[in-house]
Each structure stands twice: as structure tokens, then as C-alpha cells.
């Protein structure tokens, strides 16, 4: 269950399980997250354009759809996102998003199954801390991808590490897989350590 109006300015449910709990603190986590790269790649995406967007693990959607809201074809922004697509390994992705975000197409899908070249900019948020083979699966991000990888994530995490991240993410790490554009800040939503968001333009 996401957040309603109902359920954001109602208290919550004494009965409220661990499940919906965690939902609930990790979608407002990914709103503010993905506020923070939509100013990130505006900044740094110069001009008139609309490119396709691809958001690997987007959970919910939640983030996804706020980047489609951010920089719909129809607002008032010079860099638009036409069209925008979630993708996850959670089943729940597509039901969820369906459901609740309906400007955006939701897949479950293994990134490996994807074609070369087939989305302008790709977007991963808070995903590669949990991943083992990391330096592969940024590849693979980069060879999905037609202009630009946009990866965020923590940045000099303390440990012990939160739950589910398998290592600590150094800004030299970043840039020795050719992240050197990257932007470290203090997140308010991130309490172990410091976020970062990094971009490569790819060809």
C-alpha cells in the first residue's frame, strides 16, 4: 500500500506491520532522492531535448514517476523525458506502478535481457550498494544506455553498512569507472554517510 492522502495526513495504524512501514519511509527516501538527480542532470543536460528514460530499480515507481512529472512533455522545462520506463526485479514493480502511476510503463526484467543502445539516459538510484558484481552490472548500464548513465548512491558510508548494502562507494571508486562528474552532498534522508549522484556521457 503506498501513501494516499489518507494514509499521509491520518495517523498511522496502531497495526501497522514492518512492510508497510518500510514502503512508507523508503518512497518518501526515493522522492527526495530523485528530486536531488532531476536537479542534477538539468544542470548538466544543456538545451531543448526530449530523451527516453530508463530507471533501473525503481521499486515502486514512485521515483520514476516523479522524474515523468519533473520533466513532462508537456511542462514548462527544457529537458523532457519521452518515454519513461521503470524496471525492476520485483514483481511488485509492475502492479504497483500500474496501478498508481499510469504515466509511466513498468517491467519487471533483468537488465542483462535488455537491447544495446536502446534508452537515451539511464538512471539508477540507491541500487549498486546492493549489488555483488557491481563494476558488471555498471556496464551493462552503460552499454543499455545511448548518451548518458546517471548513477546515485551512498558515498563514504560508515560502517556497519545499512541493511542490504554490500560495500562502501569511494568518489576515487566512481571515478576510476569513469564517473568523475559526480556530486557528493549531505542527504537528509541518508544517515550513515554521505549521497552522491555521478554521470557519464556514453557513445
Keep these: 500500500m503506498l501513501p494516499t ?5 491520518s495517523p498511522l495504524p496502531t497495526d501497522a506491520d514492518e512492510a508497510r512501514l518500510l514502503r512508507l519511509r523508503c518512497d518518501s527516501q526515493s522522492l527526495h532522492f530523485y528530486g536531488d538527480i532531476s536537479r542534477f ?3 548538466r543536460v544543456k538545451g531543448f531535448q526530449t530523451l527516453s528514460l530508463l530507471d533501473v530499480g525503481g521499486r515502486t515507481g514512485i521515483g520514476t514517476a516523479l522524474l515523468r512529472l519533473l520533466h513532462h512533455p508537456l511542462a514548462f522545462t527544457t529537458l523532457k523525458f519521452d518515454p519513461v520506463t521503470s524496471l525492476d526485479l520485483d514483481p511488485d514493480l509492475p502492479r504497483i506502478a500500474g496501478q498508481e502511476f499510469k504515466d509511466i510503463s513498468a517491467v519487471q526484467m533483468n537488465i542483462f535481457d535488455l537491447e544495446p543502445k536502446s534508452h537515451d539516459i539511464v538512471v539508477c538510484s540507491h541500487t549498486i550498494e546492493h549489488v555483488p558484481d557491481m563494476e558488471g552490472f555498471i556496464a551493462q548500464l552503460e552499454r543499455i544506455a545511448r548518451k548518458y548513465v546517471v548513477l546515485a548512491c551512498p558515498i563514504d558510508e560508515n560502517v556497519p553498512l545499512s541493511d542490504g548494502h554490500l560495500r562502501t ?3 576515487e571508486h566512481l571515478a576510476s569507472l569513469g564517473y568523475a562528474d559526480i556530486e557528493v552532498y549531505d542527504s537528509f534522508h541518508f544517515h550513515n554517510g554521505l549521497a552522491g549522484i555521478a554521470m557519464k556521457a556514453v557513445g
Design 5 to 9: 492522502v489518507d494514509s499521509v495526513f
Design 41 to 43: 542532470i538539468s544542470q
Design 169 to 171: 562507494i569511494t568518489r
